[in-house]
Structure formats: structure tokens, C-alpha cells
């Protein structure tokens, strides 16, 4: 190979290199790069109908669900904030009595995650869009999630994806 067809070919690369840069900035989504902030509360945690037994498993489930919630501000824009107020969990299945650890025994009835909040995005000190909601998802057994994914609290964690997406992404373009 000549010098001349390697200079070519260089530049070639070049070319090549920064219009497949400017195309993924067109169109990456504008959140991609998000800094988005994220405030998560939980009001009266010790009322909560189900979050696990005891207070050392609830203090692991609202850690689990503060970790969860928060990760959703890289996927906002800079300059939102999404507030979300947590009113009540019910986690799905119920628990074993006759365990001694926070054993959930998932039936696949009447025992789907709920999760009640008081949420709202905002923008530069105004609100874009606030809702109070209860989550759940009733068919949670038949759309088992993939655990690896999600770890603990797979199928509570799943319905706050579907919920950001569907409600709060939006809310953010």
C-alpha cells in the first residue's frame, strides 16, 4: 500500500468517523446525557402495608427502592427534577410466618406488587406534570422478570420502569 492510498484512507476514516458522530448526536435521544435529579421520600414508612418484616427488612426494601427510583435521573433531562413521595408499599406475595428470614411465598393471585406515590416533574422551580398514582400489577406472576436484572425486589422494580416510562419519560421530552 502506498503512502498516498494510506493518506486516503486516513481521511477516509476521518470523514467516515465524524459524520457517524454528528448522525448519533442528531439522534440520540436529548436525555441520553441526562443530569436530571431525582428526590425520593417515604412518608410514614412504618404505616406501610408490606415492606417486608420488621424494621431492619423494611430499612432494606426503601434502600432498594431509593437506589431504584434514583437511577431514573440519568435517563431525565439537566435541568429536571422528579419528586416522588412514597405513600404505601405492599410488596408481592405475602409473607411466610414460619420463616424467620422475609420469606415471600408468590401465589400469583390477589398478591401483585402495590405501590402508592405522590410524584412530580419539574422544571426551573415549575411543575411540568404531577400525579398521585398506585402502581400495580396484578398479572406480575405470569411476566416473571429476569432476577439477574433486577435483583432484589424484581417485580416491584419492574412496575416502576413501566411507570417511569410510561408516565414520566414522556412528561420529560
Known sequence: MTHRTKTSLAAALA?????IAAVALTLWPRHAHGAGKVEVSFIQPERFVDAGRGEVERERTLKSLREHLSSFAAR???AQTLRVEVLDVDLAGEQNPTSLRDTRVLRGRADGPHIKLRWSLEEGGRALRSADETLSELHYFFAKPAVERYGDLPYEKRMLDQ?????????SR
Not at 470523514?15 to 459524520?19: P, Q
Not at 411507570?163 to 412528561?171: E, I, P, T
Open 76 to 78: 431525565l433531562p439537566d
Open 15 to 19: 470523514a467516515l468517523t465524524a459524520v
Open 163 to 171: 411507570w417511569f416510562q410510561d408516565k414520566v419519560a414522556l412528561s
